[in-house]
T-cell receptor, first 115, second 115 residues
Framework: AQKITQTQPGMFVQEKEAVTLDCTYD???????LFWYKQPSSGEMIFLIY??????QNATEGRYSLNFQKARKSANLVISASQLGDSAMYFC????????????FGKGTMLLVSP | ETGVTQSPTHLIKTRGQQVTLRCSSQ?????VSWYQQALGQGPQFIFQ???????GRGNFPPRFSGLQFPNYSSELNVNALELDDSALYLC??????????????FGEGSRLTVL
């Protein structure tokens, strides 16, 4: 069975600083995809970044980068130059292999960015 | 905005009642999945529909059922509501066949409260 673990219930960061949100995963499948989503108070899950298990390089999308360490089974999200609008819940998720396009989510980390 | 719309946004029901939640998928997307997100938790996969048939189901009882229509919109029905069914219900649309890189586009959810 797949499992996503996010050990940080909450994180605080000052505006313009970088922050790392932790994610570890467990799966016996050799092929998988890892995702990070942002959920503001409105409820919508907003896609941030994706990393494939066979990708050689860490994924980057603007201010977001994914620190993928396959041997450690970790996929930490790094947000550079935090902005006030980054305050939200952040979820790490894994996609099941073949067949379904469903996601297994962690419990999330609440990020608060202060001025 | 993702183009995925859900209705109603909020509703209150009592134990034993039935509820229907609706979702319009993003244009061109042929797959719809539903997730339940309890307070303080990550979303959990309920089921997925592709070409009007259920093609994947999570660990939810049969009183959770769904439909997908020819225009790819979808309904989630929950019978005999229980207090633990109180949650945010998220609909996500995607395009089948994109494998791990296929992004799920989420709506803002329907927040159900069962009294």
């Amino acid at each position: 069975a797949q499992k996503i673990t996010q050990t940080q219930p909450g994180m605080f960061v000052q505006e313009k600083e970088a922050v790392t949100l932790d994610c570890t995963y467990d799966t016996s499948d050799p092929s998988y995809g890892l995702f990070w989503y942002k959920q503001p108070s409105s409820g919508e899950m907003i896609f941030l970044i994706y990393q494939g298990s066979y990708d050689q390089q860490n994924a980057t999308e603007g201010r977001y980068s994914l620190n993928f360490q396959k041997a450690r089974k970790s996929a930490n999200l790094v947000i550079s130059a935090s902005q006030l609008g980054d305050s939200a819940m952040y979820f790490c998720a894994m996609k099941k292999p073949a067949g379904y396009s469903t996601l297994t989510f962690g419990k999330g980390t609440m990020l608060l960015v202060s001025p | 905005e993702t183009g995925v719309t859900q209705s109603p946004t909020h509703l209150i029901k009592t134990r034993g009642q039935q509820v229907t939640l609706r979702c319009s998928s993003q244009s061109g997307h042929n797959t719809v999945s539903w997730y339940q997100q309890a307070l303080g938790q990550g979303p959990q996969f309920i089921f997925q529909y592709y070409r009007e048939e259920e093609n994947g189901r999570g660990n939810f009882p049969p009183r959770f059922s769904g439909l997908q229509f020819p225009n790819y919109s979808s309904e989630l029905n929950v019978n005999a509501l229980e207090l633990d069914d109180s949650a945010l219900y998220l609909c996500a649309s995607s395009l089948a066949g994109q494998g791990f890189t296929g992004e799920l586009f989420f709506g803002e959810g329907s927040r159900l409260t069962v009294l």
